[in-house]
């Protein structure tokens, strides 16, 4: 720990519910952003923003949600990068076979595709915790990239098993060179981190909270 809260009263209840309490931590992440979104942009190559940056973004939204689930619930998964693909794959569907639907929308579609994948998968799982449950996620994982590999339909029936998303265009405007992408996929991490944050420190998961582990039908 390079710094202490020692010193810093909270004379209101604001100033006890911000975000970043601590002065250091508000100067650090005010730093932080301003490099992302000011220095990054004018000095970084365009291979670091394709090779690295906008894949670093990218893995970092999983990791916000990997980050609750394991972090914050204390739930052991191994399925994380397997619904990651589901809403992937759906965006990809979505955004080729509806061409005139807003990318936002095709994003909150694609999320609700995880999602539903994702209970699917966790309901026969109820009954179960810790290393079992990591096995069903495992097989989760499994199962979802032999289905990638093998079904045509999700790739577009590309020979080569790959794909090539469509233009990111939102609102009429296209986000065409690799800054433009860069700044685009940042923009979405700070909204979802700041979502995350909100929702470990609110009245439902506040400090110290754990998710339950359910099991069906209740003892």
């Known amino acids: 720990m390079l710094y202490r809260e020692n010193g810093q009263f ?3 209840y604001r100033s ?12 650090a992440i005010g730093l932080l952003l301003a ?8 000095v970084a190559p365009e291979y670091l923003f394709r090779a690295v940056l906008i894949p670093f973004l990218i893995l970092s939204l999983a990791a916000l949600g990997l980050n609750i689930l394991v972090g914050y619930c204390g739930q052991i998964s191994l399925g994380t990068g397997a619904f990651m693909a589901v809403g992937a794959y759906a965006a990809y569907n979505l955004a080729i076979r509806l061409p005139d639907l807003n990318l936002l929308v095709v994003f909150l579609l694609a999320g609700a595709a995880a999602t539903v994948v994702g209970v699917l998968f966790g309901l026969p ?3 179960i915790k810790g290393f079992y449950l990591a096995v069903a996620t495992l097989a989760a994982q499994f199962f979802l990239d032999w289905a990638f590999a093998r079904i045509g339909w999700f790739t577009n029936y590309a020979p080569s098993g790959s794909v090539t998303a469509p233009a990111i265009t939102v609102f009429g405007y296209t986000f065409d060179s690799p800054v433009e992408k860069y700044l685009f996929v940042l923009a979405f991490v700070c909204v979802f981190a700041l979502v995350a944050r909100n929702l470990t420190r609110g009245a439902i998961a ?10 069906w039908p209740p003892r």
Request: hydrophobic share 45%; net charge positive; with cysteine.
């Open 125 to 127: 799982s109820l009954r």
């Open 16 to 27: 006890d519910s911000q975000i970043f309490p601590i002065l250091q931590d508000r100067i």
């Open 35 to 42: 490099f992302a979104l000011v220095v990054v942009p004018f």
């Open 206 to 215: 506040g400090p110290g909270w754990r998710c339950a582990t359910w099991t």
């Open 10 to 12: 909270k004379i209101s």
